[in-house]
């Protein structure tokens, strides 16, 4: 009903109508009594008014589509077949007739439907292609406006990256923020972790004395203030009305909406960063992301700019001391050029500083000298350990030669690498020292030589009076057998005595000067000691000897002696241990000579704790080995038993026997 009372409202529905009515009239003509509009033109059927039965369903399908078409198509038919039937003289090709004109009006009807169609995807092709146009204007838009910060991103990270002050980044940052975010005014603050507060740093804008009244803030003070001690970005839409508003100044200045991010670094806040308008504005999720990221590079920047004043104030540091240490310092490449020197050094050398940069290391070294450097060097760059620090000997400037202590190491990365020396003269205190060891040396001789002497006296004299005392009290015991028993054995008593004093000297004579070192060489006479204290202790003793035997001199052997004989005694009166064992090892480099058991232990200490402990003999086995030129090692822990390792560099006056 709703549609019917649509369709009678339509003009273009009566219109239909009143043709089908104009219609009828004419192909029923004997209705009205007219005359058919066929004869008119010679026609024996109605040809001609089935054909204008087409105008109606054109009409209608052009006006209401298809539906309409079809609707006065079938009524077209509902008109014309009751004449086929009923009047027409040739009902066959009145039939025919009035099917073509079905077949025409359904073909018309489609027709206008294709057309409608057509017309309805180009108008939506239009539509879309508008909606298309509008969306790539949005998105050309987008993409301007993403230029612009991408470039202002870029603008800031060039300048992180050229410049080393934050404010000069700070600049460029205010700059490029005022220009793409569209705002009135920005400033940005810089904490200062010792006062406590937020330092105003760039601002743009805004007035001087603006500027001037919020220079400062506290933590917590004030929108900004407030992002710092948060860490959290802060949007105020109307600054006056917000209750943490905390200087009158932002109210008079006229500032209304305001947008502040924290500048952080590591999750560390290091000031703030603000953007404000003059009248009420909401920031977009991109403008606020894009403030947010500025502030990330702002902080970066600020950590950057700390990092590199903090490096520069360390290396002036480091070059100070680098200029007035007191062991000489130079830097040198590979090929030994020189190429960064301090005073010392030159002082060392000889050389003026400016003189001594880009001379070569050869021009100051003695052929072994230089053969030592290059092998150092190698070893350095192939990763081996070296042995530091190490005596070097160098050529100065007016000919003397010197001998220093030298620690070198490697510098810089594969392709550059450099070497690094740092050397001290030692060569009044190298001189000094074999003063002190020739002295030592000569007083040890002196030692031997009275032990040596007491020894003889001991032998030649005591041993022997004390001898003749035990054969006479054995010819008097032997004599007078019947003599009373308590007159007997106190006689007796004083022979066992005796005779265990002459054991006891002789023992004491063989310490002194053992015979067998002196006739028979070191060997031997370590043989002769693992005996001795393995008889008297009861401690089980071993000697081994590995590698071909290099003979000592006889002073030599004599201290390494006296060094194992310290070592053994102190395992037979402190040790309580059951196993000991002298090892000898000699090697093309160096000799060791090592004494461990298996004892109690002790704590490792320092030579003047030995001293203050009165542990000499420990101290006397140290000098010894100073003596040698060798060093000794003592390595024990509670209950873990006690090593002494001495070892002794190889030297020119050794010679191979084994």
Not at 137 to 166: D, G, K, V, Y
Not at 214 to 241: H, M, R, Y
Not at 452 to 473: F, G, Y
Not at 532 to 553: A, C, N, T
Request: some cysteine.
């Amino acid at each position: 009903m709703r549609r019917f009372a649509g369709l009678a409202r339509n003009p273009h529905f009566w219109g239909v109508v009143s043709i089908f009515l104009v219609l009828i009239l004419f192909h029923y003509p004997h209705i009205t009594g007219e005359e058919r509009l066929s004869s008119l033109f010679g026609l024996q059927r109605h040809a001609l008014e089935r054909i204008l039965f087409l105008a109606p369903v054109t009409y209608a399908a052009f006006i209401f589509g298809i539906r309409g078409g079809m609707i006065s198509l079938m009524t077209a038919l509902a008109i014309m077949l009751p004449r086929v039937f009923l009047v027409s003289l040739y009902p066959r090709e009145s039939l025919f007739e009035t099917c073509m004109i079905a077949i025409v009006g359904g073909l018309i009807s489609w027709w206008f439907e294709f057309r409608r169609k057509e017309i309805g995807k180009r108008e939506q092709t239009l539509l879309k292609l508008e909606a298309a146009r509008r969306e790539l204007q949005a998105s050309i838009q987008a993409i301007r406006e993403n230029e612009r910060r991408i470039s202002a991103l870029h603008s800031i990270s060039t300048a992180i990256n050229c410049s080393l002050l934050f404010e000069d980044v700070f600049d460029v940052a205010a700059d490029k923020v005022k220009e793409v975010m569209d705002v009135d005014s920005v400033f940005i603050y810089s904490l200062n972790e010792e006062k406590g507060k937020l330092e105003l740093k760039v601002y743009r804008g805004i007035s001087d004395e603006f500027a001037s009244e919020i220079s400062e803030l506290k933590i917590g003070e004030g929108f900004n203030g407030w992002v710092a001690q948060t860490g959290e970005p802060c949007f105020i839409e109307d600054a006056a009305q917000d209750p943490r508003l905390a200087r009158e100044a932002v109210r008079r200045e006229g500032i209304k909406s305001l947008f502040i991010v924290p500048l952080k670094s590591r999750d560390k806040v290091v000031g703030t960063l603000c953007v404000a308008t003059l009248t009420k504005r909401h920031f977009s999720p991109d403008e606020r992301k894009l403030l947010t990221l500025i502030g990330v590079e702002l902080g970066v920047a600020v950590e950057k700019a700390f990092f590199c004043q903090e490096l520069e104030r360390i290396g002036r540091r480091y070059q100070e001391i680098f200029e007035k240490a007191h062991d000489a310092i130079w830097i040198q490449d590979l090929s030994g050029q020189i190429i960064a020197a301090n005073q010392a050094a030159s002082r060392l050398t000889g050389y003026d500083l400016n003189e001594l940069i880009g001379k070569n290391i050869s021009q100051f070294l003695t052929p072994q000298g230089l053969e030592l450097e290059m092998k150092v060097e190698r070893k350095l760059l192939s990763g081996e350990e070296v042995e530091q620090p190490y005596e070097q000997r160098v050529i100065k400037k007016d000919g003397r030669k010197a001998i220093l202590m030298l620690t070198t190491s490697l510098l810089g990365d594969e392709k550059t690498p450099s070497f690094l020396h740092i050397a001290r003269d030692i060569t009044d205190e190298k001189r000094l020292r074999e003063n002190l060891r020739l002295y030592a040396n000569q007083i040890s001789k002196a030692h031997e030589e009275e032990r040596k002497r007491i020894a003889r006296e001991l032998h030649d004299d005591t041993i022997q009076i004390m001898v003749a005392i035990s054969r006479r009290l054995d010819n008097l015991i032997s004599e007078h057998s019947n003599m009373p028993e308590e007159m007997l054995k106190p006689l007796e008593r004083v022979q066992r005595d005796i005779d265990e004093s002459l054991i006891r000297i002789r023992r004491f004579v063989q310490d002194l000067r053992p015979p067998t070192l002196e006739y028979f060489g070191l060997l031997p006479a370590l043989k002769e000691l693992a005996r001795q204290v393995q008889d008297q202790s009861d401690i089980e003793v071993g000697l081994e000897v590995r590698g071909s035997e290099w003979h000592f001199s006889p002073e030599e052997e004599l201290l390494i002696y006296r060094v194992v004989q310290e070592a053994m005694r102190n395992v037979w009166k402190h040790s309580e241990a059951t196993k000991a064992e002298i090892r000898i090892e000699f090697g093309d480099e160096k000799t060791t000579v090592t004494v461990s058991d298996n004892g109690k232990g002790f704590e490792i200490k320092g030579d003047s704790e030995f001293l203050e402990a009165g542990k000499l003999g420990l101290m006397g086995m140290r000098e010894r080995a100073h003596l040698l030129g060798g060093s000794l090692k003592i390595i024990s822990q509670p209950n873990a038993g006690t090593e002494v390792i001495l070892t002794i560099e190889r030297s020119d006056h050794e010679i191979k026997t084994g």
